[in-house]
Nanobody, 117 residues
Framework: QVQLVESGGGLVQPGGSLRLSCTAS????????MGWYRQAPGNQRELVAR????????DIADSVKGRFTISKNNAMDMVFLQMNGLKSEDTAVYYC??????????WGQGIQVTVSS
């Protein structure tokens, strides 16, 4: 099992930036991808971005492409989401997510991001 802790959320004005961090611990050797999902009130949880350990390739949702960037450190125990040009529709709870070999999935507790003037 992998434990995930998010940080860096908060309130920001439209057009502003935030950087989310996720710190992972536990059975990290089996993790092959980490990423970020978000869930706004009344909506389903959706993938924002994920990055793969093997080649650092990344998937980015079309809704945030060009504004958000995902990155990780070499040890793959920290993953970051740089969010620029934030819009009100980016308001949501953001969850860190890890996938391990054997189809094990782990989630962080979530962190609020609010974009409002």
């Amino acid at each position: 099992q992998v434990q995930l802790v998010e940080s860096g959320g908060g309130l920001v004005q439209p057009g502003g930036s935030l950087r989310l961090s996720c710190t992972a611990s536990g059975r990290l050797f089996s993790v092959y991808a980490m990423g970020w999902y978000r869930q706004a009130p009344g909506n389903q949880r959706e993938l924002v971005a994920r990055i793969f350990k093997s080649d650092r390739s990344a998937d980015i949702a079309d809704s945030v492409k060009g504004r958000f960037t995902i990155s990780k450190n070499n040890a793959m125990d920290m993953v970051f989401l740089q969010m620029n040009g934030l819009k009100s529709e980016d308001t949501a709870v953001y969850y860190c997510h890890a996938v391990s070999y054997g189809a094990q999935e782990d989630w962080g507790q979530g962190i609020q991001v609010t974009v409002s003037s």
